[in-house]
Structures are given as C-alpha cells and as structure tokens.
C-alpha cells in the first residue's frame, strides 16, 4: 500500500488553489479545441507547450493533461450533434450517438457519452494507482509481433459485424489499408501511392478523411433525404443529464468490459482508437441489443466512450514509465517533460516523487473537474441541435474546411476532405459500411509496419505468431472473433436440415 | 542612445559574432513560421521549439514566431513545403541531414539545393547499445557474438542515419545484421528494453531515461574522442566514461547527426545573412547551453563554406554506402 500513502501525498500537491484554477483553464482550453475538429488534443497541447517553459514541471503537465481530458470530452461533442469527430477515437462514438441525437434526443446522448466517459477514466487511473510497476512490465513485453496481434485482434472484432454484406465489409477494409499505404513506408523508406502529387508524401490525414466522410458525406445524404424536416425539436431537460447518468448503472456489463478493453489497449499500447472501435465491435457482437446497434442504442455509446476514456488516461502510464507514448498528445506530452528537463523512463516514478504523483492526483481531480464542466454545458450544446438545417449546414461545411485547412495548412487537404465526402456519400448510397474503412485508414499502417516487422524478425516465418503465450492468446483470440459469425451461421444453415452438424463446422472451420 | 553609441555596440555585436555583420540590411516584417520536419515531441521539432523560445524570451527580433509540424514521410513533407515556397523568406526549415540524404534513397520531391543553408546548430552523436543484462562488456564481445548469432539491430526509420551506421558497422565489424526499422528512436529503445533486439544506435538523449532506469547501456561511443563528463547518468557512469568505438576495435572514427536550418531557395544573401546572425544570437543565450546540455548534443554551428563541405563530405559517403546495398534511386 505504499502507492496509496503516495497518492495521499500527491492529492497535497494537487488540491492547492493554483493548481485548481490550471484544472478549469486546461479543461475549458480543452473543450474549446475538442469540439473545433481539424485543432484536436495534440495541436491544442503543442499550441500551449511554450507557455509552460517557465512554470514548475508539476503545474505545467496538471495544465496539460487537464487540457487532454478536457479535449477527450469535447471531442465527442461534435461527433454526436453533427458526425463529425474531432479525434480519431471519437468516430466510433458517432455510430449510435448521431442517430440519438437526430432522434431528438442528444441531451440524453451527450450525457451518456460523458458519464461513461468518466466512468473509464476512473478506472483507468485507479489502474494506473495500484499497478504501475505491473502495467510498465506488461508493455515491455510487447514486440512487433505482439503488436500486430493486437491490432489483428481490433480488425478481428470488427470485421464480420454489421448488417453490410461480407464482401462490402471487404472492399472498404481494402481501400482503407491502400489510403493508409500512401506516402513514406517506414520498413523500405520508398515513396508509396502518391500518384505524382508531391505533397502527398506526407501520406493521408486521418481528420482530412473522416471529415468528409462522415461530415459532408452525411450531410450531402441529409441535403437530399430531408432537406425540409430537419430541425429537431430537441427538448431541453436538465433532469434529463441526470437521468441519463443515473441510468448507466443498468449498463454495468458493457460499462466494465469497456473499461477493460480500454485498459488494455491503454497499456499495451495499441492506444484509445483501437480500442474504442474494439470496444465497440465487441459490444454489438455480445450485447442482447445487438442488431439495434446503429440506430442509437445507449450501450452503442457507452461501449465506445469507455474504451476511449480507459484508453486516454492509461495511456500516459507507458509514456511515463518507459517513454513510448499511447496517443499523439501523449508524444506531444513528453516533448515537453525533456524541455522541463524530466527524461521519462523507469527512474522518473523514484526520481521524480512529486512530480508522477502530482500528476496521478491531478488525474482524479481534473477528471471530476471536467466531467463536472462539460455536464454543465450539455444543454447549451444539445441547444445547437434546434437550429435550423438551413443555417447549420453551411456552418458544418465550413469547419469542416477550416478544420480540414488547419491540420498542416494545406489547400490539397480541402481538396481531399471534399473528396472524401463523395466517396462517404457513395458509400452510404450503395450501402458499403464506413467503419472498417475508417479502422483500417487509422491503424492499417500501424499494423503493416508491426507486421513486416515480424517478418524481418523471424525471417519470414509466419511462427512468430505463435512463438510464445502471449502473441499466440491474442492471435487466437483474433481468429476466434473473426471466425465465430461464420460458424453461427454455418450452424444454423446445419441445424435447419439435420440436427447433428457440430463437427463439420470444426472442420469447416480449418478449411477456412 | 546617440548615434555613436548604435554604431559602437553594434562593431561590439559584429565582433562578438564573428563574421558576419550582425546589423543585416534585411528585416523581417510579418509573422515567421518555423517548420520542423518532424511530429510533434522529436527531436527536431524540441530544437525548433526551444530556438523559438529562446527568441521571444530575449526578444531577439520584433515579429511573432509560429511553429508547425511538418513531419509526414520522415519529414519529406517539411522539406517539399519549403521547396515550395521558393524566394519566401519567412519560413525556416528544422531539420537533420535527411535533407541530403532522403534524396539519394528514396524518390521524394526535393533535394537539398532546393534550400538555402543556414547553419547546422548541432550534432547528436550515436552510441551502439545492448540491453542491461547482456553478456558482452565491451564492443569487441559484442562483435564476436554477432559474428556466429544473428543479431537484430533496430533503428529509426528505413535507409536513414541509423540503418546507414548499421550497415557501416557490418562492414568494419565483419559481421551481419537483421536491421528493424520502427518510426522512432524512443519506440527502438523500448523494444531493447523487452529484449526483441539485441541492440540500436540511438543518440543520447533517446535512451537517456532507460540507461538511468536500468534497462539498457552503451558499450561504445561512435566520436572520435570521449563525450564531455558532465553529470552522472547512472550511480556510478556519466556519458563522458563511455569508450569511443575505436578504442574498442570498432573502426568508425566519427559519425553524427547533424541538426540543421534552412531558408527556401531563391531568397536574397542579405535575408540569409539575418538568419544566420539571428541562429548566432541565440547559440550565445544561457537557454540554449541548457538545451544542449539536458538533450546531451554537442554545441557546434556550421555555416557558409564549412557548412557546404560537411554535406559534400557526409553526401559522398553516404553515397557510398547506399551504392553497396543498392538502395540509390535513379
């Protein structure tokens, strides 16, 4: 129990008035650049990294990380009232959120999103309390090959899902991994699918082509659906923020698996992306609600938030302890611990008491602190949702060019956000699914990179794969997700004609 | 101040900052972006950052400074950005020798005479390390080891600094090794923490907090002279008590990557010239010793003349290198 005479110690450097104030800045800062898409956590920290230069290392990363927390909820913000998501791991938030609040419910939508957002938050940091020196260990652990297994296993419970033909789910997978091939290959170092356009070397933003795909892509689909009844007639209920929270507790299965898929991926780091989408798949496949996901469904936002929240916050575990960062902001983050002069790394836990501890505290408060905030503000947001189409719409298309222009000042990245928006449209006309599209944009790479990796490593040998318990649980486990929809169906297809059918279907099953 | 005292200060200034003339005939009247062609937390973008910082605090010229994150494929993005911007002299370019080397390896669309040089302001040096608990105690076991096993060798990127040391290390050593690449040093250096490498080149400051930590150690620095002492890293060693490579029968006397500053091509010799005084100005500020000293770089500021021949030099051997395995581009 050492950790918690420690904690007790950090919670003294953390409640003390200056350090309360930071909080409320950070937070609100973070909200601001959470809910403007394009700006997002890591510019929003880096903007405000120099700024830091000169104060204590603790008050600038409390400064920080409550600017992070409050981005994380801003994030869902948008991605709920108008489907675009301001950071990669809200997309998945989008999915039943926007439905919701199409519904003419997002003040119940948006307090969900938060409360469940909290909820992984707080188990991530209570994580991060007890087994700091476990979880560093666990990351260690992890090579290329294990990498890819992660990853395989966040493809693995997404694909196969959906009520998208198979083949659909495939062609999307397929375009998404070309898009994420595009630029610079970091095994051979060679100019990947830039067609001759020079600037594309920097390969493709990920906000460049969620923005259009979901934003404009949704919003061609409502110009030409229902262009004249759009305005929703959202009622504006405080009771309903806390009846929306008071209702979580009923959703204590997918709220805990979430959490735990977040921590996880948190640690591991496969990092809050995957795993809200992970978190996400694995919740329509087990939920009893399953087939209703899409149309909003509470746990098709509560599975999601979770995983992001649990992810964001037990990412920073592994940037402090070993110097690997889990997210962008995190990277950003420790950019500025080696200005501050504090080297991230094993001794920073028994060099630097104060200042992890500080920081562990900080989590609590400032986690409470936004939550507290961004409650408050529900019902100014849920009030955008009553402005007419005609007014909205414009406003939508013009963050999303500002948004997509900002990302590195590029007029190309305009082009390609609009782009993108027609491939979102035509997705949607021809009912192909985004989502494995989007997935395999945001860690297609990732996983390409691990996996040739892997295969430098054992000299093309696919047995890596299975060289030792870890990598062989989760690629196992990938392979079970991946194959468990097939055989549900070989199996009813079986049962109809004759009763005994299980052992074709384990063969069948090898064949595949 | 009269008009004496001006011209006497600034005789002062151009003494003290050797060369050049320290009052240049160019000015800058808008706001000036400073481009790092690397993500935000690397190394590249900490110098932009901290140079910016050292500016505004000594309020060294009069316009506001922004920074931006260029660093889409290995920084082939920043360099093409400034390529772009040709005769704008309002965006300075971070970077390292990637902006020579890039170009030999892979087909992006720049090359290094695109820009105008500014100055290298300083060398990382490279260091060859083993995880803590590794048998070898010196470079020459670890030589011998990897002469019968196949060792695995990480680094940042593909066909950049570090696979080119790799491969000049197989040379000199006579042995051969399994290059990984990963996108970054500090992700090199995690992977030989859990033991799925056997070694990396990382600079100092990559795996600074890991030799404090206890999980990994350098056997060898690759300089042509020890590392200056400065404090201890770990109870008992300091960088200064590293071995160069040479004196451990490693036969590569120097090797160092250069952090460099560049203009867009096409400005005026006068616009140049103020930023060369500028990067003079700020190597001079105590902030700037304190940069170089907490990301254990050595201070060194290359320019002109001397700045043309050390890419010429590390151009050709570069060449050289990349002609052997075959990785030059037509």
């Known amino acids: 129990m050492d950790n918690l005479g420690e904690l007790l110690h950090g919670f003294s450097i953390a409640v003390t008035v200056p350090h309360l104030v930071l909080m409320v800045v950070g937070v609100l800062l973070g909200i601001l650049v959470g809910v403007l898409p394009g700006l997002g956590a890591p510019n929003g920290v880096s903007l405000l990294l120099p700024l830091t230069f000169g104060m204590q290392p603790v008050s600038a990363i409390i400064l920080l990380s409550s600017m992070y927390w409050g981005a994380l909820f801003g994030g869902s913000v948008t991605s709920i009232l108008f489907n675009i998501p301001g950071e990669p791991s809200s997309v998945a938030t989008t999915f039943d959120g926007y439905p919701m609040a199409r519904d003419g419910r997002p003040t119940t939508a948006l307090a969900t999103a938060f409360g469940s957002a909290a909820f992984g938050a707080l188990v991530g940091v209570i994580l991060i309390t007890f087994l700091a020196s476990w979880v560093a260990q666990v990351a260690l652990a992890f090579g290329p090959a294990e990498y890819f297994a992660v990853y395989f296993l966040a493809f693995a419970s997404f694909v196969g899902m959906g009520g998208a033909a198979p083949i659909k789910t495939v062609v999307a997978l397929a375009i998404g991994f070309s898009i994420a091939a595009i630029g610079i290959d970091t095994v051979s170092g060679s100019v990947r699918l830039t067609m001759g356009v020079d600037e594309l070397v920097k390969g493709v933003s990920f906000v460049v082509a969620v923005m259009g795909l979901f934003g404009i892509g949704e919003l061609l689909v409502a110009v030409e659906e229902e262009f004249h009844a759009r305005a929703v007639s959202s009622k504006i209920d405080w009771r309903e923020v806390f009846r929306a929270v008071g209702r979580l507790p009923r959703h204590s299965v997918a709220l805990l698996r979430s959490a735990a898929i977040g921590c996880w991926m948190g640690i591991t780091p496969g990092g809050p992306t995957a795993a809200s989408f992970m978190s996400y798949g694995i919740a329509r496949r087990f939920s009893r609600r399953g087939r209703h996901f899409g149309t909003g469904e509470v746990e098709g936002i509560i599975s999601p938030e979770t995983a992001d929240h649990a992810a964001g916050t037990s990412a920073l575990l592994p940037m402090l302890s070993l110097g690997i960062p889990g997210s962008a902001t995190a990277a950003v983050m420790m950019g500025g611990l080696m200005i501050w002069g504090l080297n991230p790394g094993p001794m920073l836990f028994v060099d630097q008491k104060d200042f992890v501890w500080g920081l562990i505290a900080s989590m609590y408060v400032g986690n409470i602190v936004a939550v507290a905030l961004v409650l408050l503000t529900v019902p100014v947001f849920a009030a955008l949702m009553r402005i007419p189409f005609v007014v909205i719409a414009p406003l939508i298309v013009i963050i999303c060019v500002v948004g997509a222009y900002s990302v590195s000042n590029s007029y190309l990245d305009v082009v390609m956000m609009l782009g993108f928006g027609i491939v979102g449209y035509l997705f949607k006309k021809l009912f192909y699914p985004l989502a494995p599209l989007v997935l395999a944009i945001v860690i297609g790479d990732k996983a390409e990179d691990a996996f040739r990796q892997s295969m430098l490593m054992s000299k093309g040998s696919l047995g890596i794969f299975f060289a030792n318990k870890l990598v062989t649980c989760l690629i196992v486990a990938g392979i079970a997700l991946l194959l468990l929809p097939l055989v549900l169906q070989l199996a009813r297809l079986w049962r109809k004609p004759a009763a005994p059918a299980t052992a074709p279907t384990a063969q069948e099953k090898v064949i595949i | ?330």
């Open chain 2, 1 to 330: 101040m009269g008009r004496t005292s001006i011209f006497l200060l600034s005789a002062a200034a151009t003494m003290l900052a050797g060369t050049l003339p320290a009052l240049s005939a160019w000015q800058p009247q808008k706001p000036i972006e400073f481009v790092a062609t690397a993500g935000p937390g690397g190394g590249t973008d900490n110098l932009a950052r901290a140079v910016q910082n050292i500016i505004t605090k000594h309020k060294l010229i009069e316009q506001p400074i922004v920074v931006v994150n260029k660093g889409g494929g290995s920084g082939a993005e920043g360099y093409v950005y400034g390529k772009a911007s040709a005769g704008d002299p309002y965006k300075v370019i971070f970077g390292t020798s990637n902006a020579w080397q890039q170009p030999l390896v892979s087909k992006v669309a720049f090359n290094y005479t695109d820009l105008t040089p500014v100055a290298a302001m300083a060398q990382d040096e490279f260091l060859l390390w083993v995880k803590q608990d590794a048998p070898y105690k010196n470079a020459g076991d670890y030589l011998k080891a990897a002469a019968s096993g196949e060792f695995k060798m990480g680094g940042a990127q593909s066909k950049d600094t570090d696979e080119v040391l790799t491969r000049m290390i197989e040379k000199a050593g006579k042995v051969k090794l399994t290059y990984i690449p990963f996108k970054s040093g500090a992700e090199t250096a995690v992977q030989l923490a859990g033991g799925h490498l056997d070694s990396h080149v990382n600079n100092p400051s990559e795996s600074l907090g890991q030799w404090r930590g206890g999980t990994q150690r350098p056997l060898c620095v690759f300089s042509p002279k020890r590392l200056p002492q400065g404090a201890k890293v770990t109870a008992t060693e300091g960088w200064g008590d590293v071995p160069t490579c040479v004196e451990q029968g490693l036969d590569i006397k120097q090797y160092e990557q250069p952090r460099t500053v560049w203009l867009p091509g096409k400005v005026t010799p006068d616009q140049a010239a103020f930023y060369v005084d500028l990067m003079k100005k700020v190597q001079a500020t105590p902030e700037w010793k304190d940069y170089i000293e907490k990301t254990s770089q050595v201070d060194t500021f290359l320019t002109g003349a001397e700045f043309d021949k050390f890419i010429k030099e590390d151009l050709e051997h570069v060449k050289q290198v990349a002609g052997e395995q075959g990785w030059l581009v037509k």
